[in-house]
């Protein structure tokens, strides 16, 4: 290839790449497009191919539309779905898989297939009415995409994606609107096309009636192995989870070459929406060309974020005089931290000096397209994104990119250290009604009211209960009284809580671990067991020096103690 066709595909690229990303919703549909390619997709290729073979010419199309209906709905009320039934993304997800196993077993099996229809038959009947007076089979066809459609959208991983964005936004614009919309068309196009695949094949073999029975059990089979890659293979990937990496050493990465590069480099984002920086006057990626920039998501309340931040602050002081720039994106998950001196204290606590961008409304998070936290982009000096890394570890493999970017021989001397980790531990667990989470008691939670609550006798692990007078908030539970008191049942070594205070004053907790005082197990924030929590940030509570199953009890010492989210490990 001559370096002329070079330039040409290069800037052909960049072209592309620019028009995604300055319009989200061409990308959104670009998404949707690429999403065949997904595990997600698996189950409901074959519903669409099943179902598509009946009714007239227009049934394909109704089955697409009722997809796109269906989906778009969805998502767009995701965030209402969730405040209101305050219950687990995931068990929403899980939930839907289910369904969709079960709709294989009826296909499989003759007897509960025969017996399923005759429980539906009134819906059936509504069928045929339907296919009646619609002699092309639309509005069959846009019925049984809706259910399609309801059925698979907590699948889809970029789904769960915009539920927590909005969530966090706490708005659905047009933007939003408009972006679904195209991701739903996109993620559409290869259905009708399969759709209308499955017509043409149903009027080339004519003897496909005869075969029907062994034609939906084949369909039933590829369901049934669809949910199971999903459930249990690389499809089962928590998008809500903060990043938990491999905090141990990767090997290979001491090769003076870019590791574990992204295939495709692109154009950085730009660092848009920005309400305060710190640190640093304003800064923007089209200025920073020349440069290596790391831009690090992260916010200060997150544990897995604060056990990376000393190995990001060693890279600035060893690289920012060779060409190393930091930008830290505040992205805030709680009200709480969209306040400018809160990050500061945290910039002073964690001894940050690099430039902070305090990103509220989330705009360069969604510019990049974010999902967790941490997440680390690694920009070279043309303006591309050329590696990426989400959650902790790979410390090692950063460093080493970092320094074949500025153009240094040799390797860094990044060296973490493996933990002892415990398998099945307890994972991060929000308190306020609209992420709560495994919360167990003798009466439901009341959701912003003043409320007395009972803990249950027996506590399941990875399960919490509370006693005493609280408030449920959206983000937060609050105490409303002295001797209100949450129970724990975790597995983990080290035990860490968000919390504040509802006047800004200092107040205290006391701890008991399985009923007794912590003694040597408190955390470095819990001396003799007693926490004063004089800041909205996070505090590490216990630490039992080795992974165990414990109950933990917070007592609030007066009212007016705020408790965010839990999260542990070591």
């Known amino acids: 290839m001559s370096s002329i066709e070079e330039h040409v595909i290069y800037e052909t690229y960049n072209v592309i790449s620019t028009y995604l990303v300055a319009h989200p919703i061409v990308s959104a549909f670009a998404e949707g497009v690429a999403l065949i390619a997904s595990p997600c997709i698996l189950p409901v290729l074959p519903l669409v191919l099943s179902t ?6 227009a049934r394909p199309f109704g089955i697409t539309f009722g997809f796109v209906l269906s989906f778009s709905l969805f998502v767009l009320a995701s965030r209402q779905i969730v405040q209101l039934l305050h219950i687990d993304l995931d068990v929403i997800r899980y939930v839907s898989l289910a369904l969709l196993f079960a709709l294989g077993l009826v296909m499989l099996s003759n007897a509960l297939s025969e017996a399923f229809s005759r429980w539906t038959q009134g819906i059936a009947n509504v069928g045929n009415h339907i296919n009646t007076q619609d002699k092309g089979g639309f509005g069959g066809g846009m019925l049984m995409g809706s259910l399609i459609g309801f059925v698979w959208t907590p699948c889809a991983g970029p789904v769960l994606a915009t539920v927590l964005v909005q969530a966090i936004l706490q708005k659905t614009d047009m933007q939003s609107v408009y972006v679904t919309l195209g991701f739903a068309i996109g993620a559409g196009v290869p259905m009708l096309i399969i759709a209308l695949f499955g017509k043409h094949l149903t009027k080339q073999l004519r003897l496909l009636p005869k075969y029907a029975g062994k034609m939906r059990k084949i369909f039933a089979v590829l369901i049934l192995g669809s949910v199971g890659f999903i459930t249990f293979g690389s499809g089962a990937t928590n998008l809500f989870a903060s990043g938990d990496g491999d905090t141990g050493v990767s090997q290979g990465a ?14 950085a984002p730009e660092l848009t929406g920005i309400q305060e920086w710190l640190n640093s006057p304003e800064l923007s990626m089209q200025g920073l060309k020349g440069k290596v920039v790391l831009v690090d998501f992260w916010t200060y309340s997150c544990i897995n974020c604060v056990r990376t931040l000393p190995y990001i602050t060693a890279w600035d002081a060893k690289y920012r005089d060779k060409g190393l720039v930091i930008i830290g994106v505040h992205a805030p998950e709680f009200e709480f931290e969209k306040k400018v001196e809160n990050i500061q204290t945290a910039l002073a606590k964690h001894g940050i000096h690099y430039p902070v961008a305090v990103d509220n409304n989330l705009e360069t998070w969604q510019a990049f397209k974010n999902r967790y936290w941490p997440a680390h982009y690694l920009i070279d000096k043309n303006g591309n994104v050329v590696y990426t890394h989400f959650g902790e570890g790979h410390y090692d493999i950063t460093e080493s990119n970092i320094r074949y970017l500025l153009g240094i021989k040799g390797v860094g001397d990044a060296n973490p250290i493996a933990q002892p980790t415990l398998r099945d531990e307890t994972p991060e667990t929000y308190l306020g009604f609209l992420r709560a989470e495994r919360f167990i008691g003798t009466s439901d939670i009341q959701k912003g009211v003043v409320a007395s609550y009972s803990p249950v006798n027996f506590i399941p692990v990875h ?6 007078r609280w408030v ?10 002295k001797g209100s008191y949450l129970r724990f049942n975790f597995r983990a070594k080290k035990v860490f809580l968000v919390m504040g205070t509802t006047d800004g004053n200092p107040q205290k907790i006391s701890l008991k671990l399985n009923g007794s005082p912590v003694g040597d197990k408190a955390g470095k924030d819990a001396p003799q067991g007693i926490v004063t929590v004089n800041g909205h940030t996070l505090y590490e509570l216990i630490n039992q020096k080795l992974p165990d199953n414990s109950l933990l009890e917070i007592t609030a010492e007066s009212a007016g103690i705020e408790m965010y989210a839990f999260t542990f490990g070591e």
């Open 52 to 57: 598509s073979v009946d009714g007239g010419k």
């Open 254 to 267: 001491n090769a003076m070459t870019l590791q574990d590069g992204i295939k495709t480099p692109y154009p």
């Open 463 to 468: 399960n919490w209960s509370l006693g005493g």
């Open 472 to 481: 449920v908030q959206g983000d937060k539970i609050i105490a409303s009284e």
